[in-house]
């Protein structure tokens, strides 16, 4: 029985570690319901991607594109999938937590009049009536049992939390299918994206990251500092909401309740206090590093090592200690 | 113009939260409310925009138990004219919320309903977007700047998304969900507290907005995070990197 579809948006020609994820999460479905999964690529580079989606261990791998589809809208994705689910009914149908799916995510749970569950970290328990979920509310601090009692429900995973498939074995049937016609809503034009462009890997899918407070200073004193550590150990940058809302970095770096949810092998806080909101998106990394001048920082106790020093002497002391190692 | 604002009473932001001894509700006793944060933001820009215009009439709407009024009129001591409360005393889930406000909407043929993206209790982040799902408007999320054009009919947004910042246009009607950097809310001044005591506060009882539906998502337990062992201080830059290098981390 197939009775979890994954769908993966397909508007770049690669594969993100949460797409990965996200057939992890598929499989994982899977696995509690006694069934399999099949996966949607929605979008315009979803035959391009197609073949190496068919390596994830799912059933089918359909693909749908279509001049309404060629640019991500919400109105436009929460259309197609709609369309698609009313002639597959799925007993589950999940996307990784993104931006985009934390918006077109619940504008289509409701128009297919299904109960959705949102950031979920673990699967509990699926039957047929009931699928049984674990996901984090109150900003991180508490875990929630929920119950979506229905036939067919949706769910945003979070993918820091689902290992991808092991690739190998049979390869998936690779299916077209067809874009309902008149999908774009009148009401809505994407209009551009600005985005920092950066050598240094993406938050979501580095293995490390160097995060930095209020107590860097700024672009022109301790943030070039944390930069330079960054590169030195092949990191991504993010950032605290004070950093992104004085302007010292763009909205993209933003690590917490309202920015990204990650989870790295080592996350190096520095200059950064440790509010709760800020723990919701990170205290799931592996190893945390935390470098502060105030002993009582709350960022140390969630910290696995913690340095209470000036950063404006420990960081290009580190820096510097990390490139004598490596040369 | 009409803006309708959605509302929900949420914990106080930085609220410790404990579990009942049962583990499947919340011990709520000593816990203070407000409005949720992110629907401060949206109330906020509400205002801004009737400021701008010279002209607008901004209604807030909140789901829930009586309690709920006391957010209702910090919202109208902000600034907004009236406000709707839905009577109903218990769980309901996102849909049946959405349903609510859509039956809300319908009545009151607001030009821009204006949201949070996020209630900080939940944190679903489904309602405002399963609403523009039911109407069948556009809609914008996480947005850091709202532009209306002159004649009302259209807005452009620029929203926080993973790569960077969107920006899009829609046409009004439509729903929007505020972020952080939207603005920064204002404080009730003192006249603002005492004309809010005299501002209408409807009531409608859930049972007249229509078939809700059952609840299909319910919340059956809560635990604590696990507790993470203790980390290490270390002394030096020194013995950090021999740390990190014994846990084979760099
Ligand atoms: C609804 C809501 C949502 C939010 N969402 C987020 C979110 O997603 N992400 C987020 O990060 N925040 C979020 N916040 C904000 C959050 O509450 C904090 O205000 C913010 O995280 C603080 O950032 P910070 O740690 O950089 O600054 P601060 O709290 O000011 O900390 C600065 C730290 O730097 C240290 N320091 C100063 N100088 C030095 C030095 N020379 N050397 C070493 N250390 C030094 C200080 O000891 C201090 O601990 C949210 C808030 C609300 C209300
Ligand atoms: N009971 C409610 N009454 C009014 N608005 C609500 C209610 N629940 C949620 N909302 C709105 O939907 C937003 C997101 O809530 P949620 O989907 O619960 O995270 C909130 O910021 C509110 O604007």
Redesign the pocket.
């Known amino acids: 029985m197939t009775d979890t579809l994954i769908i993966i948006q397909a508007t770049s020609n690669e594969l993100s570690k949460s797409d990965l994820a996200a057939a992890g999460f598929g499989r994982e479905a899977a696995a509690a319901s006694g069934g399999s999964f099949d996966i949607l690529l929605l979008g315009p580079s979803a035959a391009a991607l197609s073949a190496e989606v068919a390596g994830l261990g799912g059933g089918t791998v359909f693909t749908m594109s279509s001049a309404e589809l060629e640019v991500y809208t919400a109105e436009a994705f929460a259309a197609a999938a709609a369309a698609f689910l009313s002639g597959h009914p799925y007993r589950l149908t999940a996307a990784a937590t993104s931006s985009a799916t934390k918006e077109y995510f619940p504008r289509l749970a409701a128009l297919l009049d299904v109960p959705m569950a949102s950031d979920v970290l673990k699967v509990e328990s699926v039957d047929p009536q009931k699928a049984v979920l674990t996901r984090a509310v109150f900003v991180g601090n508490l875990l929630a049992t929920v119950e979506l009692e229905a036939p067919q429900a949706l769910v945003t995973c979070r993918s820091s939390e689902f290992a991808p498939p092991a690739s190998g074995g049979e390869s998936s049937a690779v299916e077209p299918v067809d874009a309902p016609t008149a999908l774009a809503s009148p009401g809505k034009v994407f209009v551009g994206l600005e985005a920092a462009s950066s050598d240094r890997p993406d938050l979501k899918e580095a293995d490390i990251i160097v995060s930095?407070?209020?107590?860097?200073?700024g672009p022109d004193e301790?943030i070039p500092l944390c930069e330079r550590l960054a590169d030195v150990l092949g990191a991504a940058l993010g950032?605290?909401?004070?950093?992104v809302d004085a302007g010292w970095l763009a909205n993209e770096f933003?690590?917490?309740?309202?920015?990204k949810i990650v989870a790295p092998e080592v996350y190096v806080a520095?200059?950064?206090?440790?509010?709760?909101?800020?723990l919701?998106?990170m205290r799931n990394s592996k190893t945390i590093v935390a470098?502060?001048?105030?002993p009582e920082?709350p960022?140390f106790e969630v910290a696995d090592l913690g340095l209470v020093?000036?950063?404006?002497d420990?960081v290009p002391e580190l820096t510097a200690a990390l490139e004598s190692r490596g040369g | 113009m009409k803006l309708l604002v959605t509302l929900k009473r949420t914990p106080q932001?930085d609220a410790r939260i404990r579990i009942s001894e049962e583990g499947d509700a919340l011990d709520l006793d000593n816990v203070q409310f407000e409005v949720n944060?992110?629907d401060e933001l949206a109330v906020e820009e509400a205002l801004r925009i009737k400021e701008a215009r010279g002209e607008a009439e901004v209604v807030v709407v909140s789901v829930g138990a009586e309690e709920c009024e006391q957010q209702l009129v910090s919202a109208m001591a902000m600034g907004a004219d009236r406000a709707v409360r839905v009577h109903h005393d218990g769980e309901l889930d996102s849909l049946q919320v959405a349903k609510a406000l859509a039956a809300v909407v319908e009545r009151e043929e607001p030009d821009l309903v204006l949201s949070g993206k996020l209630a900080?209790d939940d944190e679903c982040g489904q309602v405002p977007a399963m609403l523009a799902g039911l109407l069948g408007w556009p809609q914008a999320s996480q947005a850091s700047d709202i532009e209306l054009s002159e004649d009302a009919s259209g807005a452009t947004v620029v929203c926080e998304v993973d790569a960077g910042l969107e920006t899009v246009s829609l046409a009004l009607p439509a729903v929007i969900m505020a972020d952080?950097r939207l603005n920064e809310p204002r404080y009730a001044s003192l006249p603002g507290i005492m004309k809010a005591k005299k501002k209408p506060i409807a009531t409608l009882g859930i049972e007249e907005l229509g078939d809700l539906g059952p609840a299909r998502s319910r919340v059956t337990g809560f635990r604590a995070l696990e507790d993470k062992p203790p980390g290490i201080k270390v002394g030096s830059v020194e013995e950090l990197v021999q740390a990190l290098e014994e846990k084979k981390l760099i």
Do not use: C, M
């Open positions: 930095v407070g209020r107590g860097t200073r301790g950032a605290t909401r004070a950093v933003q690590i917490g309740q309202t920015g520095i200059g950064l206090s440790g509010s709760i909101q800020h919701a998106g470098i502060n001048k105030d920082a960022i020093a000036d950063l404006f420990a | 932001r944060p992110f900080v952080l």
